[in-house]
């Protein structure tokens, strides 16, 4: 989580976004995978859970809570701090497969975000497709909100 949280604070950074979505963006990434390691917490459930846990904790901003929720999936109704936690959750460097190709993606955030998000949600419905997994309902309207542009 800390390398997810210092991605996103480096592109608030260079985005020069206000303190306030800094902030916004910083709680998302903190709590994103605080059930991660939780028995029972499989890749799908992580998400739900840690947005019920952040809600009952006090978290109300309801872009921060379906960031978290849906950071697995994708969420067409996002707003910024959902497709921002999307993108660090895939680019951050201590993921060992394609790191090369992950790290010019996350240069090119700051002045490609919307590029370099519709890539990374192309890559991981592949993966998801290729290996005959389902796609959850949320993820196909992701993929269909950022083709219509
Ligand atoms: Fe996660």
Do not use: K
């Amino acid at each position: 989580m800390a390398r997810v949280a210092a991605l996103l604070d480096e592109w608030a950074g260079a985005m020069a976004v206000t303190a306030r979505e800094r902030d916004r963006w910083s709680r998302a990434a903190w709590l994103h995978d605080a059930l991660r390691d939780a028995p029972a917490a499989d890749e799908l459930a992580h998400g739900p859970a840690a947005a019920e846990r952040a809600a009952r904790d006090g978290e109300t901003d309801p872009g921060v809570l379906d960031a978290v929720r849906y950071h697995s999936v994708g969420l067409a109704g996002w707003d910024d701090v959902g497709r921002m936690l999307y993108l660090a959750d895939y680019l951050e460097p201590g993921r060992r497969f394609d790191r090369e190709r992950r790290a010019a993606l996350a240069a090119r955030v700051p002045a490609e975000r919307d590029a370099v998000l519709r890539d990374v949600a192309r890559s991981r419905i592949q993966r998801t497709v290729g290996s005959d997994w389902p796609l959850a309902p949320e993820t196909v309207g992701f993929w269909n909100a950022l083709v219509a542009g």
